[in-house]
């Protein structure tokens, strides 16, 4: 007995061959009729194909699985509800830039796909050659030329065809469309898996950008609970992008095309004068030897601009700092409310919130690279070095949401390591992102180059910056040569075309950072400040202590005696609380990479947050201090430690970019590998990477002083 027939489902442009490839297969064995409900026709037929049994619908011709029409909605409803063993996508070789956009959508539903390139004989009277096994290669789906008119290739269709009806599982493919789109489909997502109601339905992602593009009917069918959301996600982009969102993720699956085919799929002459603007652009910008080089500059120029401009405004804000301090020493009575709210809360958030200008510059000049379309020209290039390293080129964009340009955050970028294919590959992304210098360090990383490299800060940024990537991609290397090994997987990156950035975007995205830096500070960074001030004033020094400083200050006979009494009080205070035990504790194994038992403090606080070893270091050093009347600003007291020097400095700076990811970054980690052994272990391989780091520049430091 036959196995059961199989479901097959004719799909593609209108004029792609689709009619024609129908009919050579089913030939007499054919009938037509209307879909339920509609005009449209439907046709169907049959044939035999190696003892399986097939049947085949020829869906309407659609350009996209968007519903602007009816035959656009019968297509994908059929897709969705029929659940077609196999779709076969009739792709027009002259045209294939403009047929795979169709494809891109088949992908992200998920659906078993053929992919049928047919009129190749067509193509080849024209100048162009297909690579189908390399398109087939970087899209993950069988890729067979065809001539549907003469069935030269049908055959090899078929045997594929029923090849792909075996396999058990199609995963969606899943397409980048810039950090506003995918922040609104990470938001949407989980409202629609929510919904039991579409359980059975659409692919979650895939609604999600249905929602985004406008579609009606899905809008009306999923979000009858919260008919507002999809209005409220469509004018938000609207005024963060000056541009519907339909149009922008249209231009993205563009973009995603146009990098494909230049993966040596399609060969030909190209007359000049037919080139885009945004490829003659690339064609400098990517360039194998300039962009690198361009890339460096555009770097170094974003850091220039940051700290030329905001100087001014750090200065402004740390007076107002100093001057609150003064305020409340002048104003509140000695005890512990006063010290909390001076070094706890002043010294120490304030001391986040006054790299506020920083920050703020910083993400102005990085929404300008992204909103222009640069940042995925930067992926592109660098996706030639990570296969080097043993990494996808899919990889690149978590490391730059981590970071990877400054200011990111490592936690979508290990979520955004889901969308690659490899276990191995994708654990390596995982454990690699943290390396990057997200929005967390950049004011720890600010602090210290100012305080001993000021002459030089844009291009110790750069170093800094560079010296992230270097470090991660030998880290991925050295992770993809031992415990995770494994073939390298292909990639293909979207290049949206460049866009002029609208004002009123780049202040919408440097707000909406801005305003999630100074949030933290406010909340998460407050709170754990006041816990490590408690830290490092409890429980106090013994009674006993205490009067033999209170006879020393009586019996001397100066009020600068006095002061420097109090400073060796104040410190004997810190080094006896529970914060300078610990950090005293380990200061035999961190005197080796330069630290005393202050830095230690605060590098123990920042396994909790990155800016809590700016405030903790605030706040350790307020608290040596005899009053805020002398105290300077912490880069001031940094340079006026001893215990401070350029190599101990830069030691300081190479641990804090590479120890162990924050607190929330090892959650996420433990979520998206699904083990709690991964992020145990990305704590230890990082911190250790950190600490011989540090050891050996200070190290080295030492023996050229």
């Known amino acids: 007995m036959n196995a059961p027939f199989l479901h097959v489902a004719l799909a593609g442009n209108p004029n792609a061959g689709k009619t024609t490839l129908f009919n050579h297969l089913t030939g007499s064995r054919q009938h037509v009729g209307n879909y339920p409900g509609v005009t449209v026709e439907k046709k169907e037929g049959s044939l035999l194909h190696a003892g399986q049994d097939i049947r085949v619908v020829d869906l309407p011709g659609t350009y996209s699985l968007t519903a602007y029409s009816v035959e656009e909605l019968v297509a994908r409803d059929y897709l969705v509800n029929e659940r077609p063993d196999v779709v076969v996508n009739i792709v027009d070789a002259v045209n294939l830039e403009r047929n795979l956009y169709l494809t891109c959508q088949f992908l992200e539903l998920g659906v078993p796909l053929v992919i049928a390139l047919n009129m190749v004989d067509a193509a080849e009277k024209r100048g162009i050659s297909i690579d189908a096994a390399e398109l087939s290669r970087l899209l993950g789906a069988p890729v067979l030329p065809i001539v549907a008119r003469s069935g030269q290739g049908v055959q090899e269709l078929l045997n594929a065809v029923v090849a792909v009806s075996q396999q058990q599982e199609h995963p969606p493919t899943l397409l980048r469309y810039g950090s506003d789109i995918d922040q609104a489909l990470r938001d949407v997502v989980p409202l629609i898996e929510e919904n039991s109601l579409l359980a059975d339905s659409y692919p979650p992602r895939w609604t999600a950008l249905k929602i985004l593009e406008n579609d009606e009917q899905i809008i009306s069918r999923v979000l009858r609970a919260d008919a507002a959301l999809g209005r409220r996600l469509n004018k938000h982009l609207r005024n963060t992008l000056d541009a519907y969102p339909e149009a922008v993720i249209a231009d993205h699956r563009y973009g995603f095309i146009k990098a494909l085919l230049r993966q040596g799929v399609v060969t030909r002459i190209f007359d000049e004068d037919r080139l885009y603007a945004s490829d003659k652009i690339d064609k400098v910008v990517t360039h194998r030897l300039l962009g690198p080089l361009l890339m460096a500059a555009i770097l170094f120029g974003l850091y220039s601009f940051t700290f030329g401009l905001s100087g001014f405004f750090v200065e402004f804000l740390e007076g107002v700092f100093e001057a609150l301090g003064a305020l409340a020493d002048s104003v509140l009575p000695d005890g512990p409310l006063k010290s909390m709210l001076i070094a706890g809360v002043i010294d120490g958030a304030g001391g986040v919130l006054g790299f506020v200008p920083i920050i703020m510059f910083m993400f102005f000049g990085i929404a300008i690279l992204e909103d222009s379309g640069y940042l995925a020209r930067v992926a592109f290039m660098m996706d030639r070095i990570f296969h080097f390293f043993g990494l996808h080129g899919s990889s690149v964009m978590p490391f730059i949401i981590s970071g990877g340009i400054a200011g990111g955050c490592a936690v979508p970028g290990v979520f955004a390591a889901r969308t690659l294919r490899s276990p191995k590959e994708r654990m390596a992304t995982l454990l690699t992102v943290p390396f990057m210098n997200c929005g967390a360090k950049l004011p720890v990383l600010t602090l210290v180059i100012g305080a001993f490299f000021a002459d030089h800060q844009a291009l110790y940024m750069l170093a800094a910056t560079v010296a992230s990537w270097t470090i991660a991609l030998l880290a991925a290397k050295f992770l993809r040569l031992t415990v995770l090994r494994g073939e390298s997987t292909p990639f293909v990156m979207e290049l949206p075309p460049y866009r002029f950035p609208t004002l009123r975007g780049l202040l919408t995205h440097t707000w909406e950072r801005t305003w999630q830096y100074m949030k933290k500070a406010g ?101 040596g201090e005899t009053s805020p009347e002398e105290a300077a600003p912490l880069k001031e007291r940094l340079k006026a430690d001893p215990r401070w020097t350029s190599a101990s400095a830069l030691a300081f700076l190479a641990f804090i970019m590479f120890y162990a990811p924050c607190f929330v970054t090892v959650v996420a980690i433990a979520k998206e590998s699904g083990s709690w052994k991964w992020a145990v272990f990305s704590i230890g391989f990082n911190t250790l990477i950190a600490y011989s780091l540090a050891v050996l520049i200070f190290q080295a430091g030492l023996l050229l002083a």
């Open 523 to 623: 909340t998460v960074i407050l709170g754990i400040s006041i816990l490590l001030w408690a830290m490092m004033t409890y429980p106090g020094l013994p009674a006993a202590e205490v009067e033999k400083f209170a006879a020393r200050r009586a019996a001397s006979g100066s009020a600068e005696l006095t002061q420097q009494i109090e400073r060796e009080q104040a410190e004997a205070g810190l080094r006896h609380s529970v914060a300078g035990r610990i950090g005293m504790t380990l200061e035999p194994l961190s005197q080796w990479a330069g630290f005393d038992w202050r830095a230690n403090i605060a590098l123990v606080g920042g396994f909790a947050a990155k800016e809590v070893i700016l405030s903790t270091l605030g706040t350790a050093y307020s608290l």
